[in-house]
């Protein structure tokens, strides 16, 4: 069992790279930047419990109260503070981070609880709303940040602030006599207790994840009935007054509590919070096989599925509804708010990260899992090599557009296409936080996702399997000799080759083929090397021989397009691991956000070099000077039906110009960008 | 200024024809069973004010009392029932008629107030919720009812007591001194007070109309606020608890109030109040053009185009959005509940047509707002003969469609394609009811929608607009001469030869060239005739030569698609007027409401003729016998995109059958069926 929030730190990322630039920027600018703000918007002080006058403001949206998260907030900068700590010293940050874990040690009550809200505003309702207050979510962000904290200072004056108040939560929750059955309507505590439980080893914090886990969604788990049932019952809650964001009037798929875990069909609701539980319920496979049965482990694979073969765009980003923050219908993928709706989250984002590096986990370390995984028909998948798949796409696009390059701006929500009602633009800040801290922490603990290493049991040898393309070395400890396997490339620029170098003789190397190649080489050639799954098995007598080694794996521009049964008829650009966009900065003439634009798949792409002078950054443009158009909407007209037969009118564009869909909107203009074009219809003729 | 409703009288419906037989099955079958229906559900002795058990149940979608709209469930149904007498008498339905106005006689209460809910169950809360209550609706239909009741029997019975209840309103709303200057959420007594004050001409009619429909919307209607937000305030409503249906808290565009009807931009909101709402909009511009500006009118036309041409179905269903049964955004036309919605309620078919209708007089009778709309840049439109066409489109498609061939199965919505969710099949009522009555409101006053005449105001001549080719024969007086028009044809089967046979000589005729008609031809020839806005303008001269004449419109099968901006990219089959579907009954291999077949637009159609012997009826099926196919979707998932240039596996599909889309769910069977088949999207290859 290998956490990237531990593993990270045996990675050091290459400066220069696209990664290594964000992670400087990010070092050098945003951890103040976002200190900056916790400290003017009132987060940085609120551990002192005084009374912050917006505690008083109504809330924006009914019934959460707009300081709700901000235990969560604090507790995120820290920790991706404590990541980047591990690797660069910052002595302003140090300080800060010093201050902050004395003011929440400081805020503990003699009982062990530890909230802001319901210490300060609501002291009376601890633990009476689990389903629609943050309580055990801004828990688990504090564990995690207390787990980073340690991690670094090995001091315990975080962490035993936290286990102090998990001791509370044990004894609270359970199906014990005067226990409450209960349930965190947003996950996160989940996989921060089994994060804990890896720390302490302390069995009864594995067994509260356990519980929250396998009791979650039990339509008779408080008396006969559905604990949020009788919850909001006692609240004396009007079921005609739900929250403002629920699709319905009684909606437990909003909080994926509408049955246990290993029933649920298809994935629904908030999709942090479905990403949030289903990477924990993906660790507790690994930590704790005996809790969980068959039908859990399947579920964890069979909403998987559900998600990216129906429920995510072409940029890795899931939820299209903005209403619930989440899942829509099976294919209902539409790319803007003139659609119908595209949220695409940026947590949501990295929650995708985070279930697929559990997942592949569970390949190397439960077997057992794993076999019946291949077993289940529906998942006609390239299996783990697909779940790295998802997680570089989600990385580079969903995940990497949330950030400007100066690291000051932000995105929430990452829509694949603008409108009027939503322009292409990144903001300063968020009432609702949770977005920009959780991008400092992915990239404070991304080498964690580059590779991962099993060592044998009695220490004599390990294996290493390569996950992303990183410029990058890793650097760890087998036994009492060290590892280190360095990969140089330009990726995800340049032509697709990346040189390997290995520091000392392994059994075993794996390095993923990724999904979308058409075709790769290693060189030297190696006639034992085998693909299985997605990754290329290099043996370890080759290896032995060949200390450097490249793969290549051309780097072309491609089409790709959403599943057919999708709500649109799209292609999009895409190159390795980067999908594109169009934006008005290098298309100046658009004024319908590209909706008139059409392509044909025919068309031809060119790869254009681009520096931009701004950021200092280069990359591939793609360029399509021949099959690009606009439709007439002038001579078509729906009445309500247009001739099928007629042949459409349609302007050509001489030179449509891509940038990478994570470079939007860092250049000013009009915010107007689409990634998926509408597919040219040939004509049929009469 | 002509009615349908008053107009209908003059034409006689062929019997056999598709119309005749409808209207046959109507007259024999359907009044007496919605009659039954009235009966056993309490409604028909609602009116004798006794307390009925099901006004304790609780609200199925709150907070409207189920029984909320019995009076215009009655309404309707003798507001039908009366037309058809007026062509076929029935001594049970006329004797029903005549109990049922003796029992709302009997309900007046002494003030001339007349409603059952607030009578019997709320007598406390008269008028203190227009905006959610149905209090004005339910009027309107009572007015409408009392003047086919009085057309009918001229007794004054029915009527009299309408006049005393429509005294009450006039004092009660208005912008006076101790008048509530308020106007319904569900529009439909404005376009019956300009019916009445057709019959009254009282002005305080037309005044009290007119003040509905120009008080809408005001921003500053009531204390300088929005009547509604004083309205509900004074309720004590919470703003956290808005009616169940609600898209948004504060919904004012559900009920068309969001601004003044002259500065409405788009259509909005619940699909029938917008269709009735602009009725009488229409109405008002014609009756009272001095009570409104250019600015009304130019609505009018914008809210029709925009309708038209971004919120209509290919079937002329309108409203996508089931949570308020009404528009959704541009483009957004989903077919079917697993898609993302598909309302198309059939009470807001009849309304496209009651607006059509409408525009189509406005064309005839006010050339300053007919010129106007000619200069408006945006309505690029077919004029005066494409509302007949829109109107004609709905009737065969969108509103046939909601009543079966025995004329005892009802549908409420009218979706494109069916589900698991929501099957192709009909149900014998609703608890609301609107829908069945106004089926056979509709059809008992169609003759008034098949064409119009329009007499000089000497009356020494008169000209006939021919809208519908429904085989029948329309009468009318010009001074003593009676006028006799007669249209023989198949339509909409055979192969779209109309015969017309004039009995006296008049001016003019015209007849309508639907926009969907490649080509026409008049026999004999006339080289004089000429086409103007989609009508044949056929000269005095040339009739008084030619008394019978034969109009023939080939009726051929053809491929129609929605708007490429549509949310879908499929085909449909129509011919003539008549949209196509395929249903398992035909295709009884289909286990997927036809979700991944897809038509290649240069399939070949062929005509079959089918004969359905449980109804008798006979029609024009269609095969597709080259070109159809099914999409194999296990070797097509998306994760989450596809290769868009790789070719798409897809199984030939032999023979695809096709019957109207008005026919559906007659058969029993499985209740699959879809309209709009994707678009075969050519393999580009590698």
């Known amino acids: 069992m290998a956490y990237p929030q531990k593993t990270f730190a045996e990675t050091k990322v290459h400066p220069g790279s696209l990664v290594g630039r964000r992670r400087e920027i990010v070092s050098s600018t945003t951890l103040i930047y976002q200190l900056n703000v916790l400290k003017e918007t009132g987060r940085y002080d609120a551990f002192k419990l005084g009374w912050h006058p917006s505690y008083s403001d109504p809330p924006l949206v009914w019934p959460i109260p707009n300081h709700l998260f901000w235990d969560s907030d604090v507790a995120k900068w820290i920790e991706g503070a404590c990541y980047f700590l591990k690797q660069h010293s910052n002595s302003k940050v140090e300080a800060a981070v010093k201050e902050l874990v004395e003011m929440i040690r400081s805020a503990q009550q003699p009982d062990g609880y530890l909230n802001i809200h319901f210490t300060v505003v609501e002291p009376t309702k601890r633990f009476t709303n689990l389903r629609d207050f943050h309580e ?25 602030t936290l286990l102090r108040y998990v001791d509370l939560l044990c004894a609270t929750f359970g199906k014990g006599l005067n226990q409450l059955p209960g349930y965190p309507g947003h996950p996160e505590i989940e996989l921060a207790l089994l994060r804990l439980y890896e720390y302490t080893k302390d069995r009864k914090h594995l067994e509260l994840a356990t519980f929250f886990l396998t009791e979650r969604g039990n339509p008779k788990g408080w008396y006969d009935r559905h604990y949020y049932d009788v919850e909001s019952e006692r609240r004396g809650d009007d079921p005609n007054k739900p929250p403002a964001y629920y699709p319905e009037r009684r909606c437990l798929w909003y909080h994926q509590a509408q049955a246990f875990i290993a029933e649920q069909q298809t994935i629904e609701g908030h999709a942090v919070r479905a990403m949030y539980l289903l990477t924990a319920a993906s660790d507790l496979v690994r930590v704790n096989p005996q809790a969980v049965d068959q039908k859990f482990e399947a579920a964890i694979y069979r909403l998987w599925d559900n998600m990216v073969q129906r429920k995510m765009y072409v940029t890795g980003g899931i939820g299209a509804m903005k209403r619930w923050e989440g899942f829509g219908l099976d294919y209902f993928l539409p790319q803007g708010t003139d659609e119908g709706g595209c949220y695409a989250e940026t947590c949501a984002g990295i929650g995708v990260m985070m279930f697929a590096e559990r997942l592949l986990q569970v390949r190397s370390n439960n077997n057992h899992a794993f076999m019946h995984f291949l077993a289940n028909a529906s998942a006609q998948l390239k299996l783990d090599g697909h779940f790295a798949d998802v997680m570089e796409l989600c990385f580079y696009n969903a995940v990497l557009t949330s950030m400007s390059h100066d690291g000051k701006r932000f995105t929430y929500s990452n829509q694949l296409a603008s409108s009027d009602e939503e322009l292409s633009q990144r903001e300063e800040w968020f009432t609702c936080a949770c977005c920009p801290p959780n991008v400092s922490r992915i990239l404070g603990q991304i080498g964690g996702y580059v590779w991962s290493h099993h ?31 360095i990969q140089e490339s ?59 080694f490249t793969l290549s794996i051309p780097l072309e521009p491609r089409l790709i397009a959403p599943h057919p049964f999708a709500n649109q008829t799209t292609l999009s650009l895409a190159r390795g691991p980067i999908v594109y966009c169009v934006e008005d900065a290098d298309n100046p003439w658009v004024s319908d956000h590209f909706k008139a634009v059409q392509l044909d798949p025919r068309c031809k792409i060119e790869e254009r070099s681009v520096y931009d002078d701004a950021s200092g950054d280069s990359f591939v443009g793609l360029t399509v000077s021949d099959g690009a158009s606009a439709i007439d909407l002038q001579k078509l007209q729906a009445s309500p039906a247009v001739d099928a037969q007629a042949s459409q009118h349609a302007t050509p564009i001489k030179e449509l110009q891509f940038v990478p869909y994570y470079f939007r909107a860092n250049r000013g203009g009009k915010g107007q960008m689409r990634v998926g074009l509408r597919r040219a219809a040939p004509s049929a003729g009469k």
């Open 136 to 160: 055990l979510y801004n828990a688990g962000h504090l564990i995690e940040a207390a787990l980073a904290h340690q991690d670094l200072y090995n001091n315990d004056r975080f962490l035993e």
């Open 455 to 485: 060592d044998k049991p009695d220490e004599s040898s390990s294996e290493i399997t390569v996950h992303l393309y990183v410029p990058s070395t890793l650097s760890f400890q087998v036994g009492s000799d060290t590892v280190e396997l």
């Open 490 to 548: 330009e990726w995800p620029w340049g032509n697709g080759d990346i040189k390997f170098t290995l520091k000392t003789a392994l059994p075993k190397v794996a390095l993923r083929i990724p999904g979308w190649a058409d075709s790769y080489k290693l060189s030297a050639e190696c006639s034992t090397a085998s693909t299985k799954n997605g990754y290329l098995d290099i043996p370890p007598n080759w290896l032995s021989q060949n200390s450097t």
